[in-house]
C-alpha cells in the first residue's frame, strides 16, 4: 500500500525564556498551554522538547489515532504536519493536499459569511471554483447551518463553527484529512454524523489522521494508533494494543486478579482467579456506559462447616459506596470442589467515572467473611449511548442507568 506522509526523526523545541524576536504566535501560545509552561516559572535560558525523534509513516486510506496525555505533543505534531508551523529537526513529506481541522474556526476569515469561508477553504486546499460549487448544497446540508450561511462567522457560535469547519474539510476531498478532537464539539447527532463521514472518507482511499481522548471513537474508527508519550512514541500498532498500553499506563485499573502462590481466603475457601468479563466471556480491555460486562469469581471450597456465597461491594475510586450485591441462593453448606460464579452488569447502569469492585467470599448466618479482594476499573463514555441522548454536558453521579419515562399532555 502507498505511503502517503512520512514523519522522520522530527523534533520541535521551545526557547521558554524568549517571548519575543523570531518566536511565532502559534508557538507562543502552544507554551503557555504546556503544562511545563503552565505550573511553573522557568529560567529564561530553558528549552523545552514537544517532540523528541518522532519517526513514523501512514498509508493510504488509513485512519491513524493519535494518543496521549494532554502536553504529550499531539497538536504540535499536527500542526507540523499541517505546516502550521516547522520542525526544528527531521522532516515531513506528504503526497496529496491536505486539509487540518486544528481548533474551531482554524482557516476561517471572521468577517466573511460561511458561504464565503467555503470558497476560501476550498481554494487554499488548490481546488476550482466549479469543484466547490458542486459539494457546496451538500457541505451547507452536512453542517446543517443554511438559516446561516450567508452570515459573518464571527457571530457564529463554537457548535456552528466546528460543523461547518468539519463539513467543509470533509467533503472538499482532500487527500489528507487532520483532525484534532473534532468529537470534543458539537452535540450528539453531530458526533455521529463525524464518525459515519470519516469512515466514509477513508473508505473512499483518502487518509485520515485523528487525535482524540475518546477511546471508544479511536477503537472504532481507527486501524493503527500512534502513542504520544513526553513527545516521543512510546508505542504504535494495532489500535485495541495501544488503546491498551495507554490505559494501563494512565491508571492503576487492574481487570483481572490472578493471586498465583498469595492466597486469599482462608481454611475453608481459597480465590483461584477473578476478573471482568465481555459477553462473549472474554477478558475486558475496556468498559464503555453501554456495555455489559460481567464479575467472575473462580474459587475453591477446601471442606464443608460454612456457606460461602460470592457477592460483591462497588465503589468509587474515592471510597464512597456505590451499592452491595448480596448472593442470597446459598442455605446449605456448600461442598469441597472448585468453583465459578459470575454476575452480569447491564448496559446503562454506570456512569464514566472509576470504581472498585470489591469482591467476597461469605458466610451470612452465622457471620463470616472468608475472603476479599479489589478489582479497579473505569467506565468510559460512549457518545452513541442512550442515556445521553442529546445532552452534551457533563453526567452527574456515580450511576446513569437508563430510566423509563411516561409523558402525555393533560390539556
Avoid at 504540535?76 to 486544528?102: D, E, F, Y
Avoid at 491498551?244 to 480465590?271: A, H, R
Amino acid at each position: 500500500m502507498e505511503t502517503v506522509i512520512e514523519v522522520n526523526d522530527v523534533k520541535k523545541r521551545y526557547d521558554l525564556g524568549s517571548i519575543g524576536g523570531n518566536t511565532l504566535i502559534t508557538d507562543i501560545k502552544e507554551l503557555f498551554v504546556s503544562n511545563k509552561a503552565k505550573h511553573q516559572v522557568v529560567d529564561s535560558d530553558e528549552q523545552y522538547w514537544a517532540l523528541k525523534g518522532v519517526t513514523f509513516d501512514v498509508k493510504k486510506g488509513e485512519v491513524l489515532g493519535i494518543i496521549g496525555r494532554n502536553g504529550a505533543g499531539k497538536s504540535t505534531l499536527l500542526k507540523i504536519l499541517s505546516r502550521v508551523t516547522s520542525p526544528t529537526v527531521g522532516s515531513v513529506n506528504a503526497k496529496g493536499r491536505i486539509a487540518s481541522l486544528l481548533e474551531v474556526g482554524t482557516g476561517f476569515h471572521p468577517d466573511l459569511s460561511g458561504r464565503d469561508n467555503i470558497f476560501l477553504n476550498g481554494a487554499i486546499l488548490g481546488m476550482k471554483k466549479a469543484e466547490i460549487q458542486r459539494k457546496l448544497d451538500e457541505i451547507i446540508e452536512f453542517a446543517g447551518i443554511s438559516k446561516y450561511i450567508d452570515t459573518p462567522v464571527k457571530r457564529y457560535s463554537s457548535g456552528m463553527y466546528v460543523r461547518l469547519a468539519f463539513a467543509v474539510a470533509a467533503h472538499l476531498e482532500p487527500e489528507i484529512l487532520i483532525l484534532d478532537e473534532v468529537l470534543a464539539v458539537g452535540d450528539v447527532e453531530f458526533q455521529k454524523k463525524c464518525l459515519g463521514k470519516m469512515k466514509d472518507v477513508s473508505e473512499g482511499g483518502r487518509t485520515v489522521l485523528f487525535v482524540s481522548h475518546n477511546m471508544s471513537a479511536i477503537n472504532s474508527l481507527c486501524t493503527r494508533t500512534v502513542y504520544l508519550k513526553n513527545g516521543v512514541v512510546g508505542m504504535m500498532g494495532e489500535t485495541s494494543d495501544v488503546v491498551k498500553s495507554y490505559l494501563s499506563s494512565y491508571t492503576s485499573f487492574n481487570y483481572k486478579i490472578q493471586p498465583g502462590q498469595q492466597l486469599i481466603g482462608d481454611e475453608y475457601t481459597k480465590l483461584i482467579s477473578a476478573r471482568l468479563i465481555n459477553e462473549k466471556h472474554e477478558d475486558v480491555e475496556m468498559i464503555t456506559v453501554s456495555d455489559t460486562f460481567g464479575v467472575e469469581m473462580d474459587y475453591e471450597i477446601l471442606k464443608e462447616g460454612f456457606k460461602p456465597g460470592p457477592n460483591f461491594l462497588l465503589s468509587t475510586q474515592d471510597g464512597e459506596k456505590v451499592f452491595q450485591a448480596l448472593n442470597t441462593n446459598i442455605t446449605e453448606y456448600v461442598k469441597p470442589g472448585r468453583y465459578k460464579a459470575i454476575a452480569w452488569f447491564p448496559r446503562n447502569l454506570l456512569n464514566d467515572i472509576g470504581y472498585k469492585l470489591t469482591i467476597a467470599l461469605t458466610t451470612h448466618n452465622p457471620t463470616r467473611i472468608h475472603l476479599t479482594a479489589d478489582i479497579n476499573f473505569e467506565v468510559y463514555d460512549d457518545i452513541t449511548a442512550i442515556t445521553r441522548g442529546d445532552y452534551k454536558g457533563q453526567m452527574h453521579g456515580y450511576m446513569r442507568p437508563l430510566i423509563e419515562w411516561q409523558t402525555k399532555k393533560v390539556n
